[in-house]
């Protein structure tokens, strides 16, 4: 029986984990979160590690504030690089295979087709930057893995875009809603599910792999928004307003579609499209 450990149990991610563990019962799935497990203590993780065999580690655990990552990079830092060279260093001392989820603001957003895993890299705000830093660490480390990345990411658990419009449509009149950044609206129920598929498939690792994970199609937040609307049927009045019109400290991709044709290919996954996606969300938050 594959045993694999789940890190950042109680996020959005690794509460959709938690969702997937029953229905794959020949993997015995440990989830592991704050304060008995932190990435940044050294110590422990080196304890857990000499206590318990492991097979593959699931890191859901990162920094993921993308604006007050611009007031805290150190914190960012910490937990976006310093933690995956731990936990790459345990890898390799451990013998566990490794995976882990980065994002597509670790691109610019300059071009207006999809990107491919081997793109180059070119963040605009800490956020990103740390997790390229992530990732190249991982793959600099002489281990074997996975870095997925994944863009939009939304479901029933923690904060994310698809829970705070859905709150505000009931409670306001009107919301402004940032209509020129395009991108790939994930579930990540959906991200979970495909993880666990690939690693059913008793895949050979070799080295560290990248992948893109979304589900199909894209949208701007402000689509993503009306969608929202157009299920749960409010009479708030939602403004397209563009980026220069409401300021954030971090700049953003205008466009990060992430292409997923390697994912899909060597596994044998056919992601479901953003809107039926978000349909089953919102059943499940309301």
């Given at each position: 029986?594959?045993?694999?450990?789940?890190?950042?149990?109680?996020?959005?991610?690794?509460?959709?984990?938690?969702?997937?563990?029953?229905?794959?019962?020949?993997?015995?799935?440990?989830?592991?979160?704050?304060?008995?497990?932190?990435?940044?203590?050294?110590?422990?993780?080196?304890?857990?590690?000499?206590?318990?065999?492991?097979?593959?580690?699931?890191?859901?655990?990162?920094?993921?504030?993308?604006?007050?990552?611009?007031?805290?990079?150190?914190?960012?830092?910490?937990?976006?690089?310093t933690?995956?060279?731990?936990?790459?260093?345990l890898?390799k001392?451990?013998?566990?295979?490794?995976?882990?989820?980065?994002t597509?603001?670790?691109?610019?957003?300059?071009?207006?087709?999809?990107?491919?895993?081997?793109?180059?890299?070119?963040?605009?705000?800490?956020?990103?930057?740390?997790?390229?830093?992530?990732?190249?660490v991982?793959?600099?480390?002489?281990?074997d893995?996975?870095?997925?990345?994944?863009?939009?990411?939304?479901?029933?658990?923690?904060?994310?875009?698809?829970?705070?419009?859905?709150?505000l449509?009931?409670?306001?009149?009107?919301?402004?809603?940032?209509?020129?950044?395009?991108?790939?609206?994930?579930?990540?129920?959906?991200?979970?599910?495909?993880?666990?598929?690939?690693?059913?498939?008793?895949?050979?690792?070799?080295?560290?792999?990248?992948?893109?994970?979304?589900?199909?199609?894209?949208?701007?937040?402000?689509?993503?928004?009306?969608?929202?609307?157009?299920?749960?049927?409010?009479?708030?009045?939602?403004?397209?307003?563009?980026?220069?019109?409401?300021?954030?400290?971090?700049?953003?991709?205008?466009?990060?579609?992430?292409?997923?044709?390697?994912?899909?290919?060597?596994?044998?996954?056919?992601?479901?499209?953003?809107?039926?996606?978000?349909?089953?969300?919102?059943?499940?938050?309301?």
């Amino acid at each position: 029986m594959t045993k694999i450990l789940v890190i950042g149990a109680n996020g959005q991610l690794g509460q959709s984990f938690q969702y997937w563990g029953p229905h794959f019962p020949h993997f015995k799935m440990l989830f592991k979160d704050l304060p008995e497990f932190n990435l940044l203590d050294q110590d422990q993780l080196e304890r857990y590690f000499q206590s318990t065999a492991i097979d593959v580690v699931i890191n859901c655990a990162a920094y993921t504030a993308v604006d007050q990552a611009e007031d805290q990079p150190k914190n960012a830092h910490q937990l976006n690089a310093t933690a995956i060279n731990s936990l790459s260093e345990l890898s390799k001392a451990y013998g566990f295979k490794l995976i882990h989820f980065s994002t597509d603001y670790v691109f610019d957003g300059s071009t207006d087709t999809p990107y491919g895993e081997d793109d180059p890299l070119s963040p605009l705000g800490i956020y990103g930057k740390t997790k390229a830093e992530g990732e190249a660490v991982m793959q600099s480390a002489g281990i074997d893995g996975w870095i997925i990345r994944t863009s939009w990411l939304f479901s029933p658990y923690g904060k994310n875009f698809v829970k705070t419009i859905f709150s505000l449509l009931q409670n306001k009149d009107e919301i402004n809603v940032v209509a020129d950044q395009t991108g790939s609206p994930t579930y990540a129920i959906d991200l979970a599910a495909a993880t666990l598929k690939a690693l059913d498939q008793k895949p050979a690792f070799d080295g560290v792999k990248v992948y893109h994970y979304t589900n199909s199609g894209h949208t701007t937040w402000y689509g993503l928004a009306l969608a929202i609307q157009q299920q749960i049927n409010t009479h708030c009045k939602i403004h397209a307003v563009d980026t220069a019109t409401y300021p954030t400290k971090a700049n953003r991709p205008k466009y990060s579609v992430l292409s997923c044709e390697k994912i899909k290919k060597d596994f044998n996954l056919n992601p479901q499209a953003w809107e039926s996606a978000l349909k089953d969300c919102l059943k499940k938050i309301g």
